[in-house]
């Protein structure tokens, strides 16, 4: 199945190393193709440096697109994560 | 962002041969004090290592990023060892590094952050460019291949 939705960096680092490091790790998790869309740019999920291109800083606006047999898990765990602001302390 | 605008020729440090992680952060220490000399390098290994505490910055495939971020620098310094072999580094995929691209960052300008680590994903992105790096024999080689690639 193929699910999407759209979710706001919220926390002040945006999408910097350590955060892309955690989006990774967790959908490597999910059986499921997942990929990041931030204006014309798009990312494997899977991929730190693919997530460190879109630039996604605090205030943007991303697409999660997860397709697959976990597609709807994933995109609940990764919506979880950015909208709890990667679980950072700032 | 031109990576050979952020790493200096005398940062680029190819077939070096370290064997943990804490001799890799401990050379960048030292190369990046020879390029801020206002800082003590202790000040320098401290900013890597709370950094690396938070999570390892070793990003997969054999690459890391180590970097810190200091009060009272007014831009970013960047160097580039490629070691001869993997060093255990506690990457997000379990596998070694041999490519460190490390960076002391001024605290607090996260756009410019941002833009800095894109302009590294670019190019670290690239398997043919990664493979350049890793073939490289000696400095001035390693160097060269950061600035045709810009």
Do not use: W
């Not at chain 1, 931030?38 to 997860?66: I, M, P, R, T």
């Not at chain 2, 202790?42 to 690396?52: G, K, P």
């Not at chain 2, 670019?122 to 600035?147: H, M, P, S, T, V």
């Amino acid at each position: 199945m193929r699910c999407e939705d759209t979710f706001l960096i919220q926390n002040k680092c945006g999408l910097h190393a350590r955060a892309a490091s955690v989006l990774a790790q967790l959908a490597v998790k999910f059986d499921a193709q997942i990929t990041l869309y931030q204006d014309d740019k798009s990312a494997d999920g899977n991929s730190v440096l693919a997530l460190l291109l879109l630039e996604s800083s605090q205030g943007k606006e991303v697409k999660v697109v997860c397709d697959g047999p976990d597609a709807q898990g994933a995109l609940q765990a990764i919506g979880e994560l950015i909208d709890q602001k990667f679980y950072e302390q700032e | 962002m031109k990576l050979s605008s952020i790493i200096s020729k005398d940062c680029t440090k190819a077939a070096v041969l370290f064997n943990s992680k804490k001799r890799v952060l401990e050379y960048i220490s030292e190369l990046a004090h020879e390029q801020l000399p206002d800082l003590n390098p202790h000040d320098i290994l401290n900013a890597l290592m709370t950094r690396e505490k938070l999570g390892s910055t070793g990003i997969g495939k054999g690459i890391a990023i180590p970097h810190g971020r200091i009060e009272g620098i007014s831009h970013v310094t960047a160097m580039l060892l490629v070691n001869k072999q993997g060093v255990p580094f506690d990457a997000i995929d379990n596998r070694p590094v041999d490519i460190f691209l490390a960076l002391i960052v001024p605290d607090g300008d996260n756009e410019q952050h941002l833009k800095t680590l894109a302009a590294i994903a670019e190019k670290l992105n690239n398997k043919e460019f990664c493979k350049q790096l890793r073939n490289a024999g000696n400095d001035e080689e390693l160097y060269a291949i950061i600035a045709s690639a810009d």
